[in-house]
């Protein structure tokens, strides 16, 4: 079994306990009228369903370009990318419709909101440590020449843009007037659409390219050479980054609320990344 299929097959098993947090729960937690709850309730499942159409269209391609690739350098990523890069695409895709404009006739609230009302410092701090070791890797691709890694940092950048455009477009997007009840639920659906719909996922997505800018990177040194295991190390710690950040948003950032599940759904995901980073450590030593 190549590394890339059983990173799929983790991402799979993983991903599917993860599913089985009732959405009920995390609606109860995050509303407390009916309204609201009814309001939450959509958003959490349009942006669940979204993530799971997006995971399995990614973990197909996955598994096309694992079975069909020859070459296995580079397979961290190319197996880890596509999988974990549609699930995070659904979650942004699932939010798209609120940059839309509202059209026809409606009421609006005159209450003012702001982007730091619904600001993600979290997301904010990812994403300059990416910016920066996609910068160092950048540098080091144009004095080697290789340029599809210069490449993937215009688009690490051009995701930074977009997704402060969508943030702002989710956090100023007009809403009719509400009663105190239900605009607190529309405030609390606006951040959790921005913070765990749209700024973590396309962080995460960040550092799954810069994932891959390292791997291309590594893939212009001679195997044996010291800047090229650097490179794979550098490509694999990213990789998992990016697992990491994933997993921890899985639920719209809050923990597991299936507490007799939580200790052996630790213990399955660290078995899982374990394996993976051994049998990779034993590629890229000597």
């Given at each position: 079994?190549?590394?890339?299929?059983?990173l799929?097959?983790?991402?799979?098993?993983?991903?599917?306990?993860?599913?089985?947090?009732p959405?009920?729960t995390?609606?109860?937690?995050?509303?407390?009228?009916?309204?609201?709850?009814?309001?939450?309730?959509r958003?959490?499942?349009?942006?669940?369903?979204?993530r799971?159409?997006?995971?399995?269209?990614?973990?197909?391609?996955?598994?096309?370009?694992?079975?069909?690739r020859?070459?296995?350098?580079?397979?961290?990523?190319?197996?880890?990318?596509?999988?974990?890069?549609?699930?995070?695409?659904?979650s942004?895709?699932?939010?798209?419709?609120?940059?839309?404009?509202?059209?026809?006739?409606?009421?609006?609230?005159?209450?003012?909101?702001?982007?730091v009302?619904?600001?993600?410092?979290t997301?904010?701090v990812?994403?300059?440590?990416?910016?920066?070791?996609?910068?160092?890797?950048?540098?080091?691709?144009?004095?080697?020449?290789?340029?599809g890694a210069?490449?993937?940092?215009?688009?690490?950048?051009?995701?930074?843009?977009?997704?402060?455009?969508?943030?702002?477009?989710?956090?100023?997007?007009?809403?009719?007037?509400?009663?105190?009840?239900?605009?607190?639920?529309?405030?609390?659906?606006?951040?959790?659409?921005?913070?765990?719909g749209?700024?973590r996922?396309?962080?995460?997505?960040?550092?799954?390219?810069?994932?891959?800018?390292?791997a291309?990177?590594?893939a212009?040194?001679?195997?044996?050479?010291?800047?090229?295991?650097?490179?794979?190390?550098?490509?694999?710690?990213?990789a998992?980054v990016g697992?990491?950040?994933?997993?921890?948003?899985?639920?719209?950032?809050?923990?597991?609320?299936?507490?007799?599940r939580?200790?052996?759904?630790?213990l399955?995901?660290?078995?899982?990344?374990?394996?993976?980073?051994?049998?990779?450590?034993?590629?890229?030593?000597?």
């Open positions: 079994m190549s590394v890339g299929f059983a799929i097959v983790g991402l799979v098993i993983v991903g599917g306990l993860a599913l089985l947090v959405t009920e995390l609606v109860t937690a995050n509303a407390s009228t009916p309204a609201g709850r009814a309001l939450m309730r958003f959490i499942s349009r942006s669940r369903r979204f799971l159409v997006g995971g399995l269209i990614g973990i197909g391609i996955s598994l096309v370009i694992t079975a069909t020859s070459d296995a350098s580079g397979s961290i990523t190319i197996g880890l990318l596509p999988a974990l890069a549609g699930a995070v695409a659904g942004i895709v699932a939010e798209a419709f609120r940059t839309r404009p509202v059209r026809g006739p409606r009421t609006a609230s005159l209450g003012i909101r702001q982007d009302d619904y600001s993600d410092p997301a904010d990812r994403e300059g440590i990416i910016a920066v070791i996609a910068t160092g890797i950048a540098l080091a691709a144009v004095a080697q020449g290789t340029w210069v490449g993937l940092f215009v688009v690490i950048l051009s995701a930074g843009v977009l997704r402060r455009w969508a943030q702002h477009r989710v956090a100023l997007r007009g809403r009719p007037a509400l009663d105190p009840d239900l605009a607190r639920a529309d405030d609390q659906v606006r951040r959790m659409a921005v913070r765990n749209l700024a996922p396309m962080v995460t997505l960040m550092a799954l390219l810069a994932s891959t800018q390292a291309l990177l590594g212009g040194y001679e195997e044996a050479s010291m800047p090229g295991q650097v490179a794979g190390l550098l490509s694999l710690a990213l998992v697992v990491v950040w994933w997993w921890t948003n899985r639920n719209f950032g809050s923990p597991s609320i299936n507490r007799g939580k200790t052996s759904m630790a399955l995901a660290a078995a899982v990344v374990g394996v993976v980073v051994v049998t990779l450590l034993a590629r890229f030593l000597p």
